[in-house]
């Protein structure tokens, strides 16, 4: 099988479960946690490693910003055999009671994006694997962590949301947003693969603590470290699939 056209792997270059962060750098971060590191390709938005943890093999990969990139990544890494996927983000909180340094482990992701409507239709339900989705929340508890579990949405206009849609969606109940979500449990659902998804918020919209809004750097010192944490409870999901 010849080379996929954006990731740059093949057949046997992955392994069946995957970790996709958004950030490329986050590759990076997520592979600290891990032994036997090795690089495998990076290309645009997309930076490949495969690594171990607690003796699960895994591949990390980056999906850069947004839902069409993201599809671009599940379809790829479904191609050559990943089987698993599981999404470690950020997020901004559509809640009051949900803080900067909060987990928010996600049940569905309403369809404000276009990529997965090229699929199906909009009504067909964006949601995760269950094994994947209990395993997540599992391990968030198991290290103590502030979690919140249920729908988010994924945005494809992060200058636009505007107050009416955030409160909105504040309305419906749903707990925060995101980018990428609802293509990720979309597609996998289609492609026959499992999916979940764990963000860690660095920033309520509900508040105007939207990132960027309160500090000169991307993410509040707070959010920084709950990546790190993230990343962990992540990676103690994986293990235990």
Known sequence: MAKQPHLLVG???VNEIALIPGDPGRVDRIAKQCENVEEVSQNREYKVVNAEY???ELTICSTGIGCPSAAIA???LHNVGVE???RVGTTGALQENIEIGDMVVATGAAKEEGTSKRYESATYPAVPDYGVLSNLVDASEANGEDVHVGPIVSDDAFY???DEFVEDWEEAGLLCIEMEAAAVFSLARR???AAGAICTVDGNLVKGTQKGATDDEELPEKAKNNVERAIGIALDAVAAL
Do not use: C, F, K
Request: net charge negative; proline share 0%; aromatic share 0%.
């Open 54 to 56: 607690e003796g699960t």
């Open 160 to 162: 636009n949301e505007s």
């Open 84 to 86: 698993t996927v599981l």
């Open 11 to 13: 057949e046997g270059d």
């Open 191 to 193: 492609r026959g693969m």
């Open 74 to 76: 599940i379809e790829e």
